[in-house]
C-alpha cells in the first residue's frame, strides 16, 4: 500500500517562498501521475500542480504557472512544489496525491477519481 507524507507547510510573507515535499513509502513512485492540491475551508478543492514520474511531463493550474515548479528524485522516492512569489491568495491546505495511471497528468490532471492515494496535507499560509 502506497503511502504519502506531505512536509514543509508554514508561514510565509507575500513574495516569499516555500519547499513542500510529499515523501512516498510502501511502493516505488517512479510509475504514478503526482498531483498537488489544495484545499481551504469552505472551498472546493483545486488540482494545482502534477508530475508524470516516469516521463517527467508536468502541468499546472493557470494560477500558478510560472510561479510554481513540480519535481521528483525518484531515488528518494519524493515529488517536491518549489512555490515562488507567493500571494495570500495560496493560503490553503496543500496534499499531494497518487495516480496509478501516469498519463494522466496529460489527460486528466484535475480528476481527483483518478488519484487512489492521499496524504493529509500540510497548511501554507501567507500572510504579513
Known amino acids: 500500500q502506497l503511502q504519502l507524507v506531505e512536509s514543509g507547510g508554514g508561514l510565509v510573507q507575500p513574495g516569499g517562498s516555500l519547499r513542500l515535499s510529499c515523501a512516498a513509502s510502501?511502493?516505488?513512485?517512479?510509475?504514478?501521475?503526482i498531483g498537488w492540491f489544495r484545499q481551504a475551508p469552505g472551498k472546493e478543492r483545486e488540482g494545482v500542480s502534477c508530475i508524470n514520474t516516469s516521463d517527467g511531463s508536468t502541468n499546472y493550474a493557470d494560477s500558478v504557472k510560472g510561479r510554481f515548479t513540480i519535481s521528483v528524485d525518484n531515488a528518494k522516492n519524493t515529488v517536491s512544489l518549489q512555490m515562488n512569489s507567493l500571494k495570500p491568495e495560496d493560503t490553503d491546505v496543500y496534499y499531494c496525491?497518487?495516480?496509478?495511471?501516469?498519463?494522466?497528468?496529460?489527460?486528466?490532471?484535475?480528476?481527483?477519481?483518478?488519484?487512489?492515494?492521499w496524504g493529509k496535507g500540510t497548511l501554507v499560509t501567507v500572510s504579513s
Open positions: 496525491a497518487a495516480a496509478p495511471r501516469p498519463w494522466i497528468v496529460i489527460t486528466a490532471p484535475w480528476d481527483e477519481y483518478e488519484y487512489a492515494y
Open positions: 510502501g511502493r516505488s513512485l517512479d510509475y504514478y501521475g
